[in-house]
């Protein structure tokens, strides 16, 4: 069973990078399947956040205008999240999960996920 | 972007009974090439992250029990708990995946009455 680690700082400052790891076990990250960070605001909903495949193809979603960077680092067999001009309202449980793909690239369901980080934006 | 309503916000169900929680995309995730709904649910319980139920609105992840079934097409979908047990307890997301952004409806959350 594919198990998943996020890692990061627990505050960060406003205007900062938030950057969050996610260390995959018992399955490689460039074998195939998509590699996805989902965010929880404290007591709401879930937002996908970006994927990228294992080919290193990228996906975003544009509600965060541009200041999201995914990456993978299949030397150790991870992937990472950059979140760029952080403001209050990006504090969440960043959740990273493994996400299903197409054939043809499609992205689907996510069958495995991290337990989460809280991240909170403040100075 | 795709909007998922979910109802009720929440719910109260006696243990042993039936437990139904629907969701609502504003546009169809039915896919006319294949006749597959591309619609997931997830159960989240307190503390932990949110767990695969059902995928393609109907075929239940391994491991889940047969309580637990999905339904529906189109717009509209069901999630079923048809016996509740006390280790239900926790917020269920719908998410389609057929539209981009991927979208979640807002949660339901099912306690014991």
């Known amino acids: 069973q594919v198990q998943l680690q996020e890692s990061g700082p627990g505050l960060v400052k406003p205007s900062e990078t938030l950057s969050l790891t996610c260390a995959v076990s018992d399955y490689s990250i460039s074998s195939d399947y998509s590699w996805a960070w989902i965010r929880q605001p404290p007591g709401k909903g879930l937002e996908w956040i970006a994927t990228?495949?294992?080919?290193?193809?990228?996906y975003y979603n544009s509600s965060l205008k541009n200041r999201v960077t995914i990456s993978l680092d299949t030397s150790k067999n991870q992937f990472s999240l950059n979140v760029n001009s952080v403001i209050a309202a990006d504090t969440a449980v960043y959740f990273c999960a493994r996400q299903v793909r197409g054939v043809t690239g499609s992205l689907f369901y996510f069958d495995n996920w991290g337990q989460g980080t809280l991240v909170t934006v403040s100075s | 972007d795709v909007v998922m309503t979910q109802s009720p916000d929440s719910l109260s169900v006696s243990l042993g009974e039936r437990a139904t929680i629907n969701c609502k995309s504003s546009q169809s995730v039915l896919y006319s090439g294949n006749n597959m709904n591309y619609l997931a649910w997830y159960q989240q319980k307190p503390g932990q992250s949110p767990k695969l139920l059902i995928y393609w609105a109907s075929t239940r992840e391994s491991g889940v029990p047969d309580r637990f079934s999905g339904s529906g097409s189109g717009t509209n979908f069901t999630l079923t708990i048809s016996t509740l047990q006390a280790e239900d307890v926790a917020v269920y997301y719908c998410q389609q995946y057929f539209h981009s952004p991927q979208t979640f409806g807002q949660g339901t959350k099912v306690e014991i009455k």
């Open positions: 990228i495949f294992h080919t290193g193809n990228t």
